[in-house]
């Protein structure tokens, strides 16, 4: 197919209150972002999802791989420490 | 030494009800499948558009109109959804899109009947979409990340649809005598159809057994077609109309209806191409795609003038 049928891919991110985060809804095709957010209006926000949009080219994402998940996310998981629970409080001192 | 192969390090990872996604390593057969039923299903939004626009400029009222506008809408919408699930797969959209005008891909057989009276957008709505909420409200809990979450958009959307439909069947069986026979022709036309796109049965069905490995589905195709039976005879009840099936009758031990045969043989052509309307479905779409093509080819030379000045005002 001509390159007419095929723009590139940018990923969608629509916040759907102010107040909250813009949170990744999905993506779409478009020849540049003018379009990307015209067109993410159409297909990810007909029911007043949202009232702010994001669109971002994929190929600007960079994503940490799966086999690397041990190596970035275990480190965390034994330093409970970094928790309020691990520090021992009497509980006649109330809340803290 | 013990040693676990990736596929049933996968399968057990999927029985744990954990979800796979994009990037994650799995079986060559998983992915292919997926793609498919990603596909078709794409597919089926975008070709079922069809026999429903054939009524939105005849709509009997405004209220009528913009609700049918609405849903056609909302198909193209799932339509874009699944084709982008299908991508985080590898999948390459204009290759789906290609497949889908030259024939060679196959969506869902319902949409190769004809829509013939008004009373058949009330149909459609009512069993076609409520077939269809059957088997993606299962959808929601497919083990692929990127397809269960975009059915749990679309189950969102989907509501309505049925709500619409169901509220023009009611409207015409409480209308004048010819409204209420409009009503019954249309349930007559579209139910075994619609008991159809549940998909062979399951001893027929070879491919389900590893998608429910898989969890790809969760329910087998006669399971959900006994759901979505129990679930339909009472509203046609209530709508004062006639199931167009002899044998169909309340099982009191089990709770479930009992049906008679499907013809199974009127499926199978449907699907090889010879539904009354599959030549009709693909030339409507290939149009669509060709006159459309003036419309992307305007918004190319408009990106490309965009980035040119972008590029002249930086550099002076
Ligand atoms: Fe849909
Ligand atoms: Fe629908």
Redesign the interface.
């Known amino acids: 197919?001509s390159?007419?049928?095929?723009?590139k891919?940018w990923e969608v991110f629509v916040r759907s209150k102010n107040g909250l985060s813009h949170k990744h809804?999905?993506?779409?095709?478009?020849?540049?972002a003018?379009?990307a957010l015209k067109n993410a209006r159409?297909?990810y926000t007909?029911?007043s999802e949202g009232n702010s949009v994001w669109v971002v080219p994929s190929e600007a994402i960079t994503?940490s791989?799966?086999e690397e998940k041990e190596a970035l996310f275990t480190p965390a998981d034994d330093k409970v420490y970094r928790h309020p629970t691990f520090y021992e409080i009497p509980d006649d001192v109330g809340h803290i | 030494m013990e040693t676990i192969n990736f596929e049933d390090r996968f399968q057990e990872y999927v029985d744990s009800e954990q979800k796979v996604e994009p990037k994650h390593w799995m079986p060559e057969p998983y992915r292919k499948t997926l793609i498919r039923q990603i596909s078709q299903h794409a597919h089926s939004e975008v070709v079922g558009m069809l026999p429903e626009a054939n009524w939105i400029s005849r709509a009997p009222s405004l209220r009528r109109k913009v609700a049918l506008l609405a849903k056609v809408q909302d198909e193209a919408g799932h339509g874009l959804y699944l084709y982008s699930a299908a991508e985080t797969l590898g999948a390459d959209r204009s290759d789906l899109v290609g497949d889908l005008l030259s024939g060679k891909a196959k969506y869902s057989s319902i949409f190769n009947y004809p829509t013939r009276s008004w009373a058949d957008i009330g149909a459609i709505g009512w069993l076609v979409d409520g077939a269809a909420i059957a088997n993606q409200v299962m959808l929601c809990r497919t083990s692929y990340g990127p397809y269960a979450r975009a059915m749990v958009r679309i189950c969102k959307e989907e509501s309505f649809h049925q709500r619409q439909g169901y509220e023009i069947m009611l409207s015409l069986c409480r209308g004048t005598k010819e409204q209420k026979e409009m009503a019954q022709d249309a349930l007559n036309r579209w139910w075994w159809p619609s008991l159809m796109m549940f998909g062979p049965t399951d001893k027929e069905s070879t491919n389900s057994a590893q998608s429910m490995n898989w969890k790809i589905k969760r329910k087998s195709n006669d399971e959900l077609r006994q759901e979505f039976i129990d679930k339909t005879v009472p509203q046609a009840e209530f709508l004062g109309l006639t199931i167009p099936d002899e044998h169909l009758e309340l099982d009191e031990k089990t709770g479930h209806y009992q049906f008679g045969p499907i013809d199974w043989e009127e499926f199978y052509q449907v699907l090889k191409g010879n539904g009354p309307c599959n030549k009709e479905r693909l030339e409507a779409r290939n149009k669509a795609h060709d006159d459309g093509r003036w419309v992307r080819e305007a918004a190319n030379a408009f990106a490309k003038k965009t980035l040119e000045r972008k590029g002249e005002n930086s550099a002076a």
């Open positions: 197919m390159d007419t049928d095929n723009w891919i809804v999905g993506s779409l095709h478009a020849p540049d003018e379009v159409d297909v007909r029911r994503a791989a799966p």
